[in-house]
């Protein structure tokens, strides 16, 4: 398979604390890629550095072949990036149909002018069509979800990292979520979806291929069923046979 | 069916704030066949002057949720520059009235992009409180050098001006001539920004009001958009500037200072912010309150004024044409 994003021996610290150390990875195309790990083992920070929000400290990034290490993260997005947050990033005070707007209607892929249909559609697609014309903010938690969600993919990205997307989400959502997470790569929507979650059953249900973080350190890499039996996972997370 | 009531309900609210702008028009374009009193007439003209002030801190704190207290000092430069270019003799000096206006706000536009590049795309980009504290220092800087300036600036006593506001040989520079002559400006102004915010520019800026990390992370390079909207900003601070000291006749050195800079301010959250109207209504409406009240009142206007802007603070958070807009502030 064709690699979209190529990581290679990326570090990021903090003064003296390595949040990320040496970690090389590649995300292929048709791939969900889940990342899991325990809290601190440097997941988010990962994303952080794939979308440019952190500056790298040693290492290298490429997207499409091109070296991105060094972009800003709104020119990461031109390339392709999409990230959706574990706590919503949507316009508070603006219209539901305003935040897709400001999704659609982004300079630099092509999509400048907003088309009222696709929007129509991603409004049907993440089920807010009847509230439309609503403030975000008189959203609940899921829906503003559902909507950032909404927002991110009318960018046309053709990687979409999501950071514990079933977060505060019940379980018919997270289902709905996984669901989504499928299609999206099964009908080339998007090319590759990276997801870190804590929600096993979720990225059971989602990945090809799971990455798990310890200690800023990738310590093993394959299916789900692989890495449950990884004697450095089991040693690291369980200390007792799977 | 939830979506149409939904759509109803916004489409009411935008009505109501339709319905404001018809009054309030018809209300100022009545005003001077109706009063007699030319004085009266001009005072109306002056508060164009400083609406189309109060509009252009509307559009960066309004719209950009970009807070600045020191805007006065793009509005008091300009009439600074006017005053130097047709009062100044030297070089290309003195100017006629109208290109010295038009270079004074070109002037003017040129410092605000220099100093919100620096601000939003320097070593340490600005945010809120940070960017109000440079703007505040910049008037402080400006006033003090107003102050200072001496052969430049006139010092303490400023600059008299001797040229008169004409156009095509019409006196426009008091009474009726200056109100329509304001009026005219504001409305220019008015449907300018209005456009603006309406475009899809306009969303944009305010979504980087509400999210300024999520614009950027949907793809839109954040700083170049708040680089034009200070600069488009400025200019048009300028431009009200400019026509209301030529019109006074005399600039001192608070004309830049941190006192107007707050002032507006006051005008625009009174009005509300991100409404546009709100800022012009709250300008005339709490001017033409202190000028009358300042004259009957002599002691207590100012305590009279200071409670009333509680009061409509507490009642209406979002200022009065953000009430009629947006319904309560939550």
Redesign the interface.
């Given at each position: 398979m064709t690699a979209i994003v190529e990581v290679r021996e990326v570090s990021k610290s903090f003064g003296g604390f390595m949040a990320v150390h040496d970690v090389s990875f590649d995300l292929s195309e048709g791939e969900v890629t889940g990342l899991v790990g325990s809290n601190g083992a440097g997941k988010t920070t990962l994303l952080n550095l794939l979308?440019g929000r952190l500056e790298l400290s040693e290492g290298r990034i490429s997207f499409d072949g091109s070296d991105i290490s060094d972009l800003?993260?709104?020119?990461r997005?031109?390339r392709g990036l999409g990230?959706v947050f574990q706590h919503t990033?949507?316009?508070?005070?603006?219209?539901v149909r305003?935040n897709l707007?400001?999704?659609a209607?982004?300079?630099?892929?092509g999509t400048?002018a907003?088309s009222p249909a696709e929007i129509d559609a991603m409004l049907e697609m993440i089920g807010l069509?009847?509230?439309?014309?609503?403030?975000a903010?008189k959203l609940s938690h899921g829906e503003q979800q559902w909507l950032e969600i909404g927002?991110?993919l009318l960018?046309k990205p053709a990687l979409l990292l999501l950071d514990e997307p079933t977060s505060g989400m019940t379980r018919s959502e997270a289902a709905r979520m996984a669901d989504l997470c499928r299609r999206l790569v099964t009908e080339r929507t998007v090319r590759a979806v990276v997801v870190v979650e804590h929600n096993i059953d979720f990225i059971r249900r989602v990945s090809n291929r799971v990455l798990v973080m310890h200690r800023g350190t990738i310590i093993a890499s394959g299916t789900i069923d692989e890495v449950q039996h990884d004697q450095a996972v089991r040693d690291a997370f369980l200390g007792r046979t799977v | 069916?939830?979506?149409a009531r939904?759509?109803a309900?916004?489409i009411s609210r935008s009505r109501r704030v339709r319905y404001a702008e018809v009054i309030f028009g018809v209300v100022l374009l009545a005003l001077p066949f109706i009063a007699s009193d030319v004085f009266l007439i001009d005072r109306f003209g002056r508060y164009f002057t400083w609406a189309i002030f109060a509009i252009s801190v509307d559009l960066i704190w309004g719209f950009g949720g970009v807070l600045t207290f020191g805007h006065a000092a793009f509005f008091g430069a300009s009439g600074y520059l006017v005053a130097i270019f047709t009062e100044r003799a030297g070089w290309f000096l003195p100017l006629p009235l109208w290109p010295a206006i038009g270079l004074a706000v070109l002037c003017v536009a040129m410092f605000a992009f220099l100093l919100s590049t620096l601000a939003f795309r320097g070593p340490y980009p600005m945010r809120g409180v940070e960017l109000a504290v440079i703007t505040l220092a910049v008037a402080y800087l400006l006033e003090q050098y107003a102050r200072a300036g001496g052969q430049i600036t006139g010092g303490q006593n400023g600059i008299l001006f001797g040229e008169r506001l004409e156009l095509f040989g019409l006196d426009m520079h008091r009474g009726r001539g200056f109100y329509w002559l304001a009026g005219i400006a504001l409305v220019v102004v008015y449907v300018l920004v209005r456009v603006f915010v309406n475009r899809?520019i306009g969303?944009?800026v305010?979504?980087i009001?509400?999210?300024e990390?999520?614009?950027?992370?949907?793809?839109?390079?954040?700083p170049s958009i708040k680089i034009e909207v200070f600069t488009l900003s400025a200019a048009l601070a300028a431009f009200g500037g400019a026509f209301f000291y030529v019109h006074e006749g005399i600039i001192t050195p608070a004309a830049v200072g941190v006192a107007a800079s707050t002032q507006v301010l006051l005008w625009v959250a009174l009005g509300g912010r991100g409404t546009l109207l709100g800022p012009i209504i709250g300008t005339v409406v709490l001017q033409h309150l202190t000028a009358t009240l300042s004259g009957t009142m002599l002691d207590t206007w100012i305590f009279v004024i200071g409670a009333l802007l509680i009061v409509v603070v507490v009642v209406f958070p979002a200022g009065v044409l953000g009430f009629l807009d947006?319904g309560p502030a939550?």
């Open positions: 979308y800003p993260a709104h020119q997005v031109r990230m990033t949507v316009f508070p005070e603006l219209g305003e707007r400001l999704g209607m982004r300079k630099g892929r400048d907003s069509t009847a509230k439309q014309y609503d403030i903010s927002m991110v960018t | 069916m939830l979506a939904s759509r309900a916004s899809r969303l944009v305010r979504g009001r509400e999210n990390d999520r614009v950027d992370l949907l793809g839109y390079d954040v947006r939550r």
